[in-house]
């Protein structure tokens, strides 16, 4: 992830007094976002508890623009970046219903059954499907066809979504 004077405007999205909303600049997935701190800090405990509590709202509301405006059935938030000089970020990763075919109809990701001893709590589990997105919409060259708005249109669409909610 770039800092965030780094992002290329046509990927942002909004911004409150703490944080900055952008579309994931290297991803093909419409509506896969990136929240990420104004303060360059990389641990929590070192934000204000405004920007802290504002963190909550702000995952809310991009949730819900994220299932009410591009129909995800499911938004996963979490943390993942280790890499120095970064800004502490979250990622915010829809999912739809054409992106869990597309993942079922994968022969390869089939793989990923053989690592547990039993069958999971669900047919897959977020970390499967984070690393199905990552792989094919985020380091493919030729990532699979989209199904509905593209990441341009997405992203007009929860600008509008997000700034008046």
């Excluded at 499911?74 to 992106?99: D, E, L, N, Q, S």
Aim: glycine content about 6%; proline content about 7%.
């Amino acid at each position: 992830m770039a800092e965030n004077r780094d992002i290329p405007q046509q990927f942002h999205i909004g911004e409150t007094p703490g944080w900055s909303v952008n579309h994931r600049i290297h991803s093909s997935l419409p509506g896969y976002l990136m929240i990420s701190s104004k303060t360059f800090t990389n641990d929590l405990s070192d934000l204000s508890s405004e920007t802290l509590c504002s963190l909550g709202q702000l995952f809310a509301k991009v949730q819900d623009a994220l299932k009410r405006v591009l129909n995800a059935e499911r938004v996963y938030i979490g943390r993942y970046g280790h890499t120095p000089g970064y800004p502490i970020h979250f990622h915010i990763i829809p999912i739809y219903a054409w992106v869990e075919e597309l993942f079922w109809s994968d022969d390869r990701y089939r793989l990923l059954e053989t690592f547990a001893d039993g069958p999971g709590e669900t047919p897959t589990d977020g970390a499967e499907m984070t690393l199905f997105v990552w792989r094919e919409f985020c380091e493919r060259r030729e990532p699979p066809p989209i199904k509905g708005p593209s990441v341009d249109e997405a992203i007009n669409l929860l600008r509008r979504a997000i700034q008046r909610s």
